[in-house]
């Protein structure tokens, strides 16, 4: 902040001790005359067309115990997810996927399968398919009627896990990594 303060100062001196002085006389400006060139232009060659490539699926290193289960009895092992995700575990089906997830309080729930390829203009609307609330510790559910090899990403939604008293929500959504139905 100081030097700035020095700078401001010496710039202050410079136009004060003649630089905006009008003594009177009138010169004409240099008329523009052409330099040198802006631009730098190298040929090179043209780079390669990208290739598709399958995604492949690497599990998570390490895995958490059931902590987004609030029901203390469920001790299942959970994978790894974002600590604002229900995990959730997607097993490929012929034409779909098995989809497992800890309980949520006592909510209801709602599954889709999303998927990846590329929609020109507006995106299709999403069919999801409601699950209701479960007694055990684990709810799942299975999504069919999707094309083989094709990929997806499977979303959880649980609209109805309430709140604790500081009005922080409980988890209420989760989804896998892309995955492909056998």
Not at 112 to 122: F, R, Y
Not at 131 to 144: D, K, M, R, Y
Not at 155 to 161: F, I, Q, R, S
Request: net charge positive.
């Amino acid at each position: 902040m100081r030097r700035i303060g020095t700078v401001l100062t010496a710039v202050a001196c410079a136009l004060v001790s003649g630089g905006c002085s009008g003594g009177g006389q009138t010169t004409a400006a240099a008329s523009p005359s052409p330099g040198s060139t802006w631009s730098l232009l190298l040929s090179g060659s043209a780079t390669p067309s990208p290739t598709p490539s399958r995604a492949s699926f690497s599990p998570t290193p390490a895995a958490v115990a059931s902590l987004p289960s609030p029901i203390p009895s469920c001790t299942r092992i959970w994978p790894r997810t974002d600590p604002v995700l229900i995990p959730i575990v997607v097993t490929a089906v012929a034409g779909g996927f098995r989809v497992e997830w800890p309980r949520q309080y006592d909510s209801n729930y709602r599954v889709t399968a999303v998927p990846q390829k590329l929609v020109s203009g507006a995106q299709p609307e999403p069919a999801w398919k409601d699950v209701p609330a479960g007694t055990g510790c684990t709810i799942s559910t299975t999504l069919t009627g999707l094309i083989a090899g094709e990929p997806y990403i499977v979303w959880l939604d649980a609209p109805n896990t309430g709140s604790e008293i500081d009005g922080t929500r409980h988890l209420y959504s989760g989804r896998s990594r892309v995955v492909y139905p056998a």
